[in-house]
C-alpha cells in the first residue's frame, strides 16, 4: 500500500513542486472508498507535480511479473492529461529519484467520475530517468525496483488548461488483472 484514506504509508511524506504549487491536501469532499482522498492541484503552465511517499523504501523486483499499481481517481473538469509515475529513492543515482513514467491518456481516460486505474509495473519498464539541473537533461539510468519511494502525478506545462484531481487508495498489488492494452506499450521499454 502507498496510500489509504489519503494517508502515505508508515508515516510518509508528500512534496510538490514547484514549490509555488499548491500543496496536496486531504478531503471528505470525496472518497471512493472510506471518508478521505488526496485533492491534487498542479501548475498547469508549467511542468509540476505531486509525489506521495512512504517511509524508508520497498523491494518490488517479486511484484514485477504480475503486479499492478492501482489507484482511483476523479478529474474536476475530465480530461486531464497527466503522466503516472513511480520513484525510487535515488541511492543508485547520487540521490536524484529516478522516475519510470506512463501517460494517462494511454492507459485511459480521467474523467469527471471515480475511474479505477490497474496497470501492471512491467509497463512502467527498467529505464528510469532525472532531471539534472546542472547539465539541463535528462539522465537515463536502471531503474531500482528493490528501492521503490513512492508515487508521483505530474503535468507537462501547458497541456492542459488547469489541472485538479482527487485520488484515492493507491496500493501495489503482487498479482493483477493481465495487461488488455496496445500490444507492446510502451515501447521505449523492454518488457
Known sequence: MVMREAIPRGGGYTYQYPR??????????YAMEGALSMEIELIASD????????AGSVDLTPYL???????????AKGGENALFVL??????????SLQVKLRSK????????WKHF??????????GVYWDAKNTREVMLPFSW???KGFRLEVRKDENESFKVWIDDIVIKKHGKPYEGPANYPFRNEI
Not at 106 to 113: C, D, M, Y
Request: proline letters at 5%; glycine letters at 12%.
Open 20 to 29: 509555488e504549487n499548491p500543496e496536496p491536501v486531504l478531503t471528505d469532499k
Open 47 to 54: 511542468y509540476s507535480g505531486v509525489a506521495i511517499c512512504i
Open 65 to 75: 511479473e504480475e503486479g499492478v499499481l492501482e489507484f482511483w481517481i476523479k478529474g
Open 87 to 96: 520513484v525510487d529513492d535515488g541511492v543508485k543515482s547520487n540521490g536524484e
Open 106 to 113: 494511454s492507459l485511459g481516460e480521467i474523467t469527471t467520475e
Open 118 to 127: 490497474s496497470i501492471p509495473l512491467k509497463l512502467f519498464g527498467m529505464t
Open 146 to 148: 528493490s528501492n521503490f
